[in-house]
C-alpha cells in the first residue's frame, strides 16, 4: 500500500527527518533517488518528482510502494544551490524554497574519495574502508536523469534499484528487470528526464477531488512543468522536443526559468564552469564539460581577459584532475540561437585524443574558428582550440559521446 498523501513541502520535511533518524546499520535502508552531478534544472526537479511519486503511488505494475520512503538527494554540495537561480521561480510555484532541498551534505555519512581527484588529493583510502562498505549495504539508490554514478557516489553503483533516464545508455545495471531488488530501467530519448517521470506514473497516479489533494497536485505539476519547458526551450527545440514532452506540459513559464537561468553577474568564472559540469573516465583518462549560458566573450571578460580566464580554465581542470576538459557556450546571439566550444587537452596523450576528435567531428559539428585562433594555444601550458559551432543542434549530450570514443 502507497503511503497517506502530503504537500511537497510536507514531503521534504519527512524525508529530512528520515535521513537524519536513520541509524546506521539498519534493518530498514535508506533509499534515495538522485540525479546527475550537473545538478541542473530538469536532475534536481526530477528527483524530488520521482522520489514524491514513489512514495505516494503504488509501482507501474500496480504493486505496492516496496521501499517504503524515497529520498530526494540533489547531487550537489549546499552551498553550490547558489549557483541554481533557476531553481527559485519553479520552487516557488511549488511552494517551496531551495532551502528545503536535502544535498550531499545532509547525509549522516561520509562520501569516498572522489576517484578524478585522487591524484591530486593526499587521502587514506584505507582508513574508512569498512565503514564505506557497510553504508552501501544501508542504501539503496534510483537514478534519474543519468544511468550511472560518477565521482564519489560511483562507489555506490551495486546499490542501484533503478533507472529513469533520457542520456547515452552507459549499459549499465542491465538486470534490473530481473532482479527481485530491481525497480525498473527506463532510458528514452526525450527533452527532459521530467517528462519520462510524468510518464512513468501518469497512469498509476490516483485522481482525488479532495482540496488538499488537488492544491499538492497542482505543486506536482508546476513542479514538474519546469525542467520541460526549460530542456525544450518552451517546447520549441525541434532537436530536442519529443511527443512525450508535449504530452506532458501544457502551459509554460518558461521566460521566467530562462531569464533566471541566464543571470551570471553574480558568479565568477569557476563558479559558472562549476555549475552545469559533468564527467567521465574513458580509456584510463578523464575528460569534463562544463557547460555555460552566456558565450565565450562573457566569461573571457568575466575572467579579467584572455590570460586570466585561461588560467582559472587550467586550473579548473588540474583541481578535478582532468585529461580533457570542454566549456560548451549556448547563446542567443545575432540571427539567433547559437554555440561555441573551447577545447582543452592537458598532456601529450590528451593532445593526440584532441586532434583525433577535431578531425572526426569538424563537419559533424560545423566547427570553424573562435576569433582568429584568440583562445587557440599549443605549448607547455596545453593544447586549446576554440571553435563556432554551427551544427547548433548537438548539445553535449552529442558532443560527449564523440570525445569519450576518441579516447578509446
Not at 511537497?8 to 519527512?14: C, D, G, V
Not at 584532475?321 to 539567433?336: A, H, P, R
Given at each position: 500500500m502507497s503511503l497517506p498523501r502530503t504537500s511537497l513541502n510536507?514531503?521534504?520535511?519527512?524525508?529530512?527527518?528520515?535521513?537524519?533518524?536513520?541509524?546506521?546499520?539498519?534493518?530498514?535502508?535508506?533509499?534515495?533517488?538522485?540525479g546527475n552531478e550537473s545538478a541542473d534544472l530538469d536532475s534536481l526537479c526530477s528527483a524530488i518528482l520521482l522520489a514524491y511519486l514513489k512514495t505516494y503511488t503504488s509501482n507501474g505494475n500496480g504493486q505496492g510502494n516496496r521501499k517504503g520512503f524515497y529520498i530526494p538527494l540533489s547531487n550537489l554540495k549546499r552551498a553550490d544551490l547558489r549557483l541554481r537561480p533557476e531553481l527559485k521561480p519553479v520552487l516557488s510555484r511549488a511552494n517551496l524554497e531551495v532551502g528545503d532541498l536535502i544535498t550531499l551534505c545532509d547525509l549522516p555519512f561520509s562520501l569516498p574519495a572522489d576517484q578524478d581527484q585522487?591524484?591530486?588529493?593526499?587521502?587514506?583510502?584505507?582508513?574508512?574502508?569498512?565503514?564505506?562498505?557497510?553504508?552501501?549495504?544501508?542504501?539503496?539508490?534510483?537514478?534519474?536523469?543519468?544511468?550511472?554514478?560518477?565521482?564519489?557516489?560511483?562507489?555506490?553503483?551495486?546499490?542501484i534499484i533503478g533507472v529513469i533516464d533520457h542520456h547515452l545508455d552507459e549499459g549499465q545495471h542491465t538486470g534490473l528487470a530481473l532482479s527481485p531488488e530491481g525497480e525498473g530501467r527506463?532510458?528514452?530519448?526525450?527533452?527532459?528526464?521530467?517528462?519520462?517521470?510524468?510518464?512513468?506514473?501518469?497512469?498509476?497516479?490516483?485522481?482525488s477531488n479532495d482540496t488538499s489533494c488537488v492544491e499538492w497536485d497542482r505543486e506536482v505539476a508546476a513542479l514538474a512543468m519546469g525542467p520541460v519547458v526549460g530542456d525544450t526551450a518552451n517546447l520549441g527545440d525541434r532537436g530536442k522536443t519529443t511527443g512525450v514532452?508535449?504530452?506532458?506540459?501544457?502551459?509554460?513559464?518558461?521566460?521566467?526559468?530562462?531569464?533566471?537561468?541566464?543571470?551570471?553577474?553574480?558568479?565568477?568564472?569557476?563558479?559558472?564552469?562549476?555549475k552545469d559540469y559533468k564527467s567521465w573516465r574513458e580509456g584510463g583518462m578523464n575528460l569534463g564539460i562544463s557547460a555555460a549560458v552566456k558565450d565565450l566573450s562573457f566569461l573571457?571578460?568575466?575572467?579579467?581577459?584572455?590570460?586570466?580566464?585561461?588560467?582559472?580554465?587550467?586550473?579548473?581542470?588540474?583541481?578535478?584532475?582532468?585529461?580533457?576538459?570542454?566549456?560548451?557556450?549556448?547563446?542567443?546571439?545575432?540571427?539567433?540561437?547559437?554555440?561555441?566550444?573551447?577545447?582543452?587537452?592537458?598532456?601529450?596523450?590528451?593532445?593526440?585524443?584532441?586532434?583525433?576528435?577535431?578531425?572526426?567531428?569538424?563537419?559533424?559539428?560545423?566547427?570553424r574558428g573562435w576569433k582568429e585562433g584568440m583562445l587557440d594555444g599549443d605549448g607547455e601550458e596545453g593544447w586549446r582550440r576554440c571553435w563556432i559551432q554551427e551544427k547548433t543542434e548537438n548539445s553535449r549530450k552529442q558532443v560527449a559521446p564523440l570525445l569519450r570514443e576518441a579516447m578509446l
Amino acid at each position: 500500500m502507497s503511503l497517506p498523501r502530503t504537500s511537497l513541502n510536507t514531503f521534504l520535511k519527512t524525508a529530512r527527518s528520515h535521513l537524519q533518524n536513520h541509524k546506521n546499520p539498519s534493518s530498514i535502508p535508506l533509499t534515495f533517488v538522485i540525479g546527475n552531478e550537473s545538478a541542473d534544472l530538469d536532475s534536481l526537479c526530477s528527483a524530488i518528482l520521482l522520489a514524491y511519486l514513489k512514495t505516494y503511488t503504488s509501482n507501474g505494475n500496480g504493486q505496492g510502494n516496496r521501499k517504503g520512503f524515497y529520498i530526494p538527494l540533489s547531487n550537489l554540495k549546499r552551498a553550490d544551490l547558489r549557483l541554481r537561480p533557476e531553481l527559485k521561480p519553479v520552487l516557488s510555484r511549488a511552494n517551496l524554497e531551495v532551502g528545503d532541498l536535502i544535498t550531499l551534505c545532509d547525509l549522516p555519512f561520509s562520501l569516498p574519495a572522489d576517484q578524478d581527484q585522487a591524484q591530486t588529493q593526499a587521502q587514506d583510502q584505507n582508513q574508512d574502508e569498512e565503514k564505506r562498505k557497510g553504508v552501501e549495504k544501508d542504501t539503496r539508490w534510483f537514478l534519474v536523469d543519468h544511468n550511472l554514478l560518477t565521482g564519489p557516489l560511483s562507489h555506490f553503483n551495486t546499490s542501484i534499484i533503478g533507472v529513469i533516464d533520457h542520456h547515452l545508455d552507459e549499459g549499465q545495471h542491465t538486470g534490473l528487470a530481473l532482479s527481485p531488488e530491481g525497480e525498473g530501467r527506463l532510458i528514452k530519448t526525450v527533452g527532459s528526464c521530467a517528462s519520462l517521470v510524468i510518464q512513468t506514473f501518469r497512469e498509476s497516479w490516483p485522481p482525488s477531488n479532495d482540496t488538499s489533494c488537488v492544491e499538492w497536485d497542482r505543486e506536482v505539476a508546476a513542479l514538474a512543468m519546469g525542467p520541460v519547458v526549460g530542456d525544450t526551450a518552451n517546447l520549441g527545440d525541434r532537436g530536442k522536443t519529443t511527443g512525450v514532452d508535449c504530452e506532458a506540459v501544457g502551459g509554460a513559464y518558461w521566460e521566467e526559468i530562462e531569464g533566471a537561468k541566464g543571470d551570471l553577474e553574480g558568479l565568477g568564472v569557476g563558479e559558472i564552469l562549476r555549475k552545469d559540469y559533468k564527467s567521465w573516465r574513458e580509456g584510463g583518462m578523464n575528460l569534463g564539460i562544463s557547460a555555460a549560458v552566456k558565450d565565450l566573450s562573457f566569461l573571457v571578460e568575466k575572467g579579467g581577459g584572455r590570460e586570466g580566464f585561461l588560467v582559472k580554465v587550467e586550473g579548473f581542470s588540474k583541481e578535478r584532475g582532468l585529461d580533457l576538459f570542454v566549456v560548451m557556450t549556448m547563446f542567443q546571439g545575432e540571427g539567433g540561437f547559437r554555440r561555441e566550444l573551447l577545447l582543452y587537452a592537458r598532456n601529450a596523450r590528451s593532445v593526440k585524443v584532441a586532434e583525433r576528435f577535431e578531425r572526426g567531428a569538424r563537419e559533424r559539428l560545423g566547427l570553424r574558428g573562435w576569433k582568429e585562433g584568440m583562445l587557440d594555444g599549443d605549448g607547455e601550458e596545453g593544447w586549446r582550440r576554440c571553435w563556432i559551432q554551427e551544427k547548433t543542434e548537438n548539445s553535449r549530450k552529442q558532443v560527449a559521446p564523440l570525445l569519450r570514443e576518441a579516447m578509446l
